[in-house]
């Protein structure tokens, strides 16, 4: 059974850091591509960030670039997204996603890419 489990979510400053993880299983987790999307109220949801399965090449939204990292811990199955200089745009619901065919690309993920999703975790930035 595919499960992917997101946590970290949570209530931060402006300008504060938070770190989400997606936990990964029933899949091959070393030969799936990983992507953090976010969709905030009335919002689309829009692909983050993203780290390939072989040579783990990353993407990031320009938005996010130089505050957010995406990393792949294969030992444990574990995903994160450490997120920092939190903004008031940034405030969403995470989701974790994966998929064995994707390989991530300066395009960005894209929602159809992926066959593998957790359920979320919320976000708020507030001061």
């Known amino acids: 059974q595919v499960q992917l489990v997101e946590s970290g979510g949570g209530l931060v400053q402006p300008g504060g850091s938070l770190r989400l993880s997606c936990a990964a299983s029933?899949?091959?987790?070393?030969?799936?591509?990983i992507a953090w999307f976010r969709q905030a109220p009335g919002k689309e949801r829009e692909g983050v960030s993203c780290i390939s399965r072989s040579d783990g090449s990353t993407y990031y939204r320009d938005s996010v670039k130089g505050r957010f990292t995406i990393s792949r811990d294969s030992a444990k199955n574990l995903v994160y997204l450490q997120m920092s200089s939190l903004k008031p745009e940034d405030p969403a619901v995470y989701y974790c996603?994966?998929?064995?065919?994707?390989?991530?690309?300066?395009?960005?993920?894209?929602?159809?890419?992926?066959?593998?999703w957790g359920q979320g975790t919320e976000v708020t930035v507030s001061s």
């Open positions: 996603a994966a998929d064995e065919m994707y390989y991530c690309s300066d395009d960005g993920p894209r929602m159809h890419d992926f066959g593998y």
């Open positions: 029933g899949f091959p987790f070393d030969y799936s591509a």
